[in-house]
Structure formats: C-alpha cells, structure tokens
C-alpha cells in the first residue's frame, strides 16, 4: 500500500513539475486569448461566438485538424530558425525573407529539370530551398561578424530585399502565362506527398518534425552545439576554452537560414506545387511567436506550432463564418510574446505558493 | 541619360525633406531610447500604430491638430507599453519591440478593416495642408517637416545643453554611478523611452496626415529600422542622425522618381532604401560605440 502511495505522489509531484515548467507559457496564452476576447468585445463581436467558430474550424472535423498541420508546417521551420539562431545570442528576425528565397530556389529547381526520378528531383529542390535560405542567413551573419552591424536591422532589410527580389523574379523573367504572378508549376518528379488528402497536408510536416529532432540533438549532444550555447549565453570562457566565436556565429545563422529556406520548400513542393507571390501570410513572424511559446526548445516548439497553426486555421474558418478580420491572430500573437517577454512573470509563479508541497 | 538627369531638380530636394520626415522623426526618437539605455526596435510598429491612430483621430474630428495628437498619444502608450515590459519586468528590449512590431501589424489591419471594411487602406480624411514659406526646397511644405527641425535641434540642445540631458546619458553610460549621484534611474528611462513613442509617433502622424491624408496597410514599410540605422550612421547625435535621414529621405524620393521613369522594373528600385540602409551600416557601424551596454538595470 506504501509503495503505491509513494508513486502516487511521485507522479502527482512530477506532474506538478512538469505542469509549473508551461505554467508561464500557458498563462501567457490564456491572458492573451482573454485580452483578445476584450478586443473582440470592444469592436462588437461576441468573443465565445467568434472563439468557438475558431476552435470548431481548427480541430472540429478531420479536414480542419489537416489545414491546422498545414498551416503548423511552415511555422516549425520558421521557429526553429528563429529558435537555432537565439541559442548563439542572434536575433533572427530574417525567416520571412529566409523562407521566400528557399521556396523560390525550390521552385526554379522543381521547374528546370525534366525527366528526373523523384528520388533525385525532389531531394535537390529541397537542398536548393536549403542553400538559398542558408545564403540569405550568410549575409547577415558577414555583415554582424565583420562590420559589426547588428542583425536585427539587417536581416529585416533582406526580408523587404526578399520580398522585392522573388517578386521580380514571378512578375519577369520566370512568370507563368496569364495574369497571376506565379511560376509555372513544378514537376511532379519534385512534389512531396499529400499524406492527409483532401486537404493540404504534405511531407513537409515529417520533414519538419524530423528537422526539430536534429536541432535537439545538435543542441544537447554535439560539440558544436555546446559551442552555440555557449557562445549565446556570453560565457567568458567560450573564448578562452578556443571557441571561435564569430564562426558559430556564421554557422548558427546560417544554419538557421537554411532551416527557414526549408521551410519554404515544403510550402512549394507540398502545398503549392509553384511559387506563388504573396503566398506567406508571415509564417516568419509565426515562427518568432511558436519559438517563444514553444520555450525555445525543438519539442516545445512542435506543440506550440500546432497551437499558432490552430490559430491560422481556425482563424480562417473565423473569418469566413463571423466575418472578424483575420489580422486579430496577429493582435493575439503580440499579446502572447508581451506575456511570455516577462520573465518575470516565470519568476513570480515558480514562487512556494504554487508549488505542489508533497513531503 | 537625359531623363536620369532630368529628375535631379529642385522638386527633388523637396521630396528627399518629405521622405527623410519620419525616419528623422522615429531616429531622433531612438536616440532618447538608447541614451537612456533601452533599445528600441519597435518604433516601426510604433510609427505604423500612429498612422493609423491619426487617421482615426482627424476622421472622427475632422481636424488634422487632433488626429496629431491622437497618434503622438498612442506612440507615448506604445513607448510606455516597452519601458513597462523592459525596465519594470526586465523583459527581454528586442523581444518586446518585436512584439510591438506585431502587434502593430495586427491590430492596424483589424481594426482598419473593422472603421473602414477594408484591410489595404483607410478613407480620405482630413491632413494637413502645406503652408508656404518663400525658401526653395525648405519651403512648401505641411507643418510637419518644418517640425522635424525644429525637433532636431531641440533634440540636440536638451541632450547636450541641459541637466536633463546630462542625467538621460547618465542613466545611459553608468546607471549605478547615476542613482548614486541621487538620479530617478528608472523614472529617466520611462520618460526616455515614452519620448520616443511620441517621437515615432509624429513620424507615423507625417506618413498618414502628412503625405497621403489615409492610412495604407504596411505603410511604415521599414522605416522604423532605417531610422536606427540613421541612428547609428548619425553616432547617437540628433543633427548627425538628421542628416542620414535626409540620406534616406534622398534615396526614398529618388526611387519613386525613378520608378515614374519606368527604366528598371519596379521591383529593383523599390529595394533601394532597403539595400542603402544595409550599406550605410556596413560602412559606420564598426566605427561607432553605442552610449550604452542596454543591460536591465536594478536598484539595490
């Protein structure tokens, strides 16, 4: 009898652990959906109306929890780029235009080559998707690293310079015959599989579940990973223990640059089938609200771009149903990097009171 | 070659002061952040909120003064919403600005949509008008662009002639040595930081009520960062700041220009400003020390 006493409160203990290490998270969420039932009410919709359309088109049949994987998708990449480069100490603000040139290079591959067998086509189009990404982190880290310019300011630069480049690119030399600015579509040697039809779901999301689990391991199990951390926890001795720092640098953004390329191939190769302008509704500025929700941490990070594509999914369904304008997610979404920016706020509910007291 | 030069006018120095307006504006606004020790990366979404906000205000009013003063107020809250997150909760400066940045996106798309039933832009509203002023270039102009010198130049005089000045760069370089000498460390960087809300926010007022008299979705279209770049290009100096912003302003009116030419397609000469501003970091930014290492500061 003891004995399953003792496990009892073991479980209940570390359930209690487990729950206190979300709390913060999941406080910020709930503040955040209530500060938005305010914004709701204040402009005249009913917040339970417009919440319950939200969750019944996110999770209420098998099609809506497909658009909801969908839309999480491109927002792990995204977060884990954002996520990868914050543990060197490198504020990425860059997944926007990181994931644009990606889809583009995905896209100028999957339409090049003929005849290929999809074992070879598609693997390339998403390496193309990586590289360009990966260039696009480059830049940013070059110019931090040797001229000292601070990457926030550039790596937004590079999304409007992104944004400028790949819509040239569909309005000019790679446009499709007819009005739409978009490319002609890819080869079906280079699509990735819809696994979940009739919606949109495609391979993208194993790729991208598979992609936080490397980031994981790199993290917690790798030499270099060691030297991320350490060189974006400012320790005094990664320099002196011979990390070269400006090198982590250039890798971690580059890597992450790559990872946000990624994440726009898979939306050409799975979703789209083509390059289509305007075709992210700012998966780049998702990604920053999933990794802080996710806790910056590649798990977290898988469960809260399942909850922010919810929100898109369900947001859309919203829209359609309660005519709320879509652009409350993204009200929602500051709300809930306001609430998670306090540290304080963790601070405060790790205090006794809340723990769960088993002697 | 003849059209190239053809737009080098007087027409275009007068567009380059419009166009360097609120990068000048949200740059001087930077500054006050960043002496008092708190960066700001969310005047961009400060600057778009009060756009909007001033939109609103002279919609509701019909009255351009009051749409100003709306927009100068919802900067001064957005300015206050930062300090809160980041002097009082020691929250992380670049997280919170990137949440103002969002928010700000977010919630000017809505609620547009919400007055207006239209996400792209606003209706018509009242802005104001040009007063003219019998000086080439300076002259013709609203009475926002004559503000920004003045500005500037107060800018320069309250940091660098006055006691309050000399506490806000205190609090900035050595904020233990400034509480010691009995200096309100934290009140400093409130009213630092709300400043250049408001800043921003006259320089989202000029985009809105000053240019186009209606708000546009993402029309502060990365401003906000040019103006710190024109920051840092400028050395944390209001005159030196200035007159990167005019540098902007310059490559702002000349890119339109050369998009009514129809040389290049729009796209390259859209991305102009945006590359300019990576250049003129890549040529400044390693020479200048900022005013202050930004950490969080608390009082024992």
């Known amino acids: 009898m003891i004995d399953v006493e003792q496990k009892v409160k073991q479980f209940l203990y570390r359930f209690g ?30 917040p339970l109306k417009v919440y319950s359309a939200m969750i019944k088109g996110a999770f209420g049949d098998m099609f809506g929890i497909g658009q909801t994987l969908t839309q999480a998708s491109p927002m792990i990449f995204t977060a884990l780029a954002f996520l990868f480069a914050s543990k060197c100490g490198l504020f990425n603000i860059g997944a926007e235009g990181q994931l644009l040139v990606g889809a583009f290079a995905t896209a100028l591959v999957g339409i090049s080559f003929h005849g290929l067998p999809a074992f070879i086509h598609t693997p390339m189009a998403l390496l193309a998707g990586a590289l360009a990404g990966g260039l696009w982190g480059f830049i940013p880290a070059i110019l931090k ?8 300011i550039t790596t937004m630069m590079l999304n409007y310079i992104a944004l400028y480049l790949t819509g040239y690119m569909v309005n000019y030399p790679f446009k499709a015959p007819g009005w739409v600015s978009q490319t002609v579509p890819i080869e079906q040697s280079a699509e990735l599989p819809r696994i979940l039809q009739p919606t949109q779901l495609s391979a993208s999301i194993v790729i991208s579940v598979f992609m936080a689990g490397i980031l994981q391991y790199i993290l917690r199990k790798t030499t270099f990973g060691y030297q991320v951390r ?21 890798l971690s953004l580059v890597l992450s640059g790559a990872i946000a390329g990624l994440g726009g191939s898979g939306e050409v190769l799975g ?34 771009a399942v909850l922010f594509g919810a929100i898109r999914s369900g947001g859309m369904v919203m829209t359609r149903t309660t005519g709320v304008p879509l652009d409350l997610i993204y009200v929602l979404q500051s709300l809930v990097i306001f609430f998670v920016a306090v540290p304080m706020l963790a601070r405060f509910l790790k205090r006794d009171r809340f723990k769960w007291r088993i002697s | 070659m003849a059209n190239l030069l053809d737009i080098i006018n007087v027409g275009l120095f007068a567009a380059m002061l419009r166009m360097a307006t609120p990068i000048a504006f949200s740059s001087l606004g930077g500054i006050f952040s ?26 509701y009013t019909g009255n351009p003064w009051l749409g100003l003063l709306a927009a100068v107020i919802a900067g001064g809250l957005l300015g206050l919403l930062h300090a809160l997150l980041t002097v009082k909760f020691k929250g992380d400066q670049i997280v919170s600005g990137t949440g103002i940045n969002i928010f700000a996106m ?54 660098f002639k006055t006691p309050i000045g000399l506490r806000i760069r205190a609090v900035g370089e050595h904020p233990a040595a400034a509480d010691t000498a009995g200096i309100d460390v934290y009140r400093i960087k409130y009213l630092c930081v709300m400043v250049s809300g408001m800043l921003a926010g006259l320089g989202g007022a000029f985009l809105s009520l000053g240019h186009l008299n209606l708000f546009a979705w993402g029309m502060s279209g990365g401003r906000g960062f040019m103006a710190l770049a024109a920051m840092i290009f400028g050395r944390w100096m209001p005159l030196g700041a200035f007159g990167a912003s005019l540098l902007f302003g310059f490559a702002d009116a000349l890119q339109m220009r050369l998009q009514a030419l129809g040389l290049l397609p729009p796209q390259f000469i859209l991305a102009i400003p945006y590359i300019l501003t990576i250049a003129v970091l890549i040529g400044f930014a390693r020479k200048v020390t900022p005013p202050s290492d930004y950490k969080p500061y608390s009082k024992e």
């Open chain 1, 271 to 304: 979703v789209h089938r083509r390059f289509i302008e305007g075709f992210s509704p700012g998966y780049g500025w998702d990604g920053l609200a999933v990794a802080l929700v996710g806790g910056l941490n590649p798990i977290g990070v898988l469960l809260a």
């Open chain 1, 17 to 46: 652990t487990e729950l206190q290490r979300v709390l913060p998270q999941t406080i910020a969420i709930l503040t955040a959906f209530l500060a938005g039932a305010i914004v709701l009410l204040a402009t005249g919709y009913s």
């Open chain 2, 106 to 159: 977010g919630f000017t798309a809505y609620m547009c949509q919400i007055i207006y039933g239209s996400r792209g832009a606003s209706a018509t509203v009242t802005g104001f008008e040009a007063i003219p002023i019998p000086i080439p270039i300076i002259g013709d102009h609203t009475p926002l662009v004559y503000l920004m010198f003045a500005v500037a130049v107060l800018s320069h005089i309250v940091l």
């Open chain 1, 145 to 152: 690293t040797r001229f000292r310019a601070h990457e926030v």
């Open chain 1, 230 to 250: 350490a060189v974006g926890l400012k320790l005094s001795v990664a320099e002196g223990s011979g990390i070269n720092i400006k090198r982590t640098m250039v």
């Open chain 2, 34 to 59: 960043e002496r008092a020790g708190i960066i700001n990366v969310g005047l961009e979404g400060m600057m778009l909120t009060s756009a909007f906000v001033g939109v609103v205000g002279s919609y």
